[in-house]
């Protein structure tokens, strides 16, 4: 069974980092074709992909985000880790990891965490 | 990169037949996913590759495409289907989009 659970800071200052730590077990990020995204809801509105990184260390990220995202994982720890430079409150949401299961050309998720909250505001 | 549009809302009574479609320019090359989400719970895939329906979906949900719009379709739908339903493709590198989801809600 496939599980991930997110933790980080609840509350966070305008301009600070964001730093948010997926834990997953039930999969290994060391096996070919793999990978873990992150996902992002503001109250009220749509989802919003921010990035994924794959078994091989490749990575992608949001076009309209990139200059503020860095994914990284650890293997060992079974854990990915997104960082998130000069938040601001409209980045205020709920952050959300998932599986990208093993399917060569394709990307989609499942299954996703449970959500961290994460407030912008000083 | 390309936009994923979604009516923001439909809405049927119990037992009817609700389709829920998303368009997009790229959607005849790539694949579309579909998740379900519910007031305060996380996505859950609905729907992968278009028409396939993950283990422990009920055969009331289904999928397909026709050249720029995909559709999902729930049949008979129950009172536990209200939620809201988004749709989510990606290019051919990886970078991938979330269309704006619809509410559904059962009368």
């Known amino acids: 069974q496939i599980t991930l659970k997110e933790s980080g800071p609840t509350l966070v200052t305008p301009t600070q980092t964001l730093t948010l730590t997926c834990t997953f077990s039930?999969?290994?990020?060391?096996?070919?074709?793999?990978?873990v995204g992150w996902i992002r809801q503001p109250p009220g509105k749509a989802l919003e992909w921010l990035a994924l990184?794959?078994?091989?260390?490749?990575?992608r990220y949001s076009p309209s985000l990139k200059s503020r995202l860095t994914i990284t994982k650890d293997t060992s720890k079974n854990q990915v880790v997104l960082t998130m430079t000069n938040m601001d409150p409209v980045d205020t949401g709920t952050y959300y990891c998932a599986h990208r299961p093993y399917t060569s050309g394709l990307y989609w998720f499942d299954p996703w965490g449970q959500g961290t909250l994460v407030t912008v505001s000083s | 990169s390309y936009e994923l549009t979604q009516p923001p809302s439909v809405s049927v009574s119990p037992g009817q037949t609700a389709r829920i479609t998303c368009s997009g320019d790229a959607l005849p090359k790539q694949y579309t996913y579909w998740y379900q989400q519910k007031p305060g719970q996380a996505p859950v895939l609905v729907i992968y590759?278009?028409?396939e329906r993950p283990s422990g979906i009920p055969e009331r949900f289904s999928g397909s495409s026709s050249g720029t719009t995909v559709t999902l379709t729930i049949s008979g739908v129950q009172a536990e289907d209200e939620a809201d339903y988004y749709c989510q493709s990606a290019d051919s590198s990886g970078t991938c989009m979330f269309g704006g989801g619809t509410k559904l809600t059962v009368l």
């Open positions: 590759k278009d028409t």
């Open positions: 990184i794959f078994w091989d260390d490749d990575k």
């Open positions: 039930g999969f290994s990020l060391s096996t070919s074709g793999v990978g």
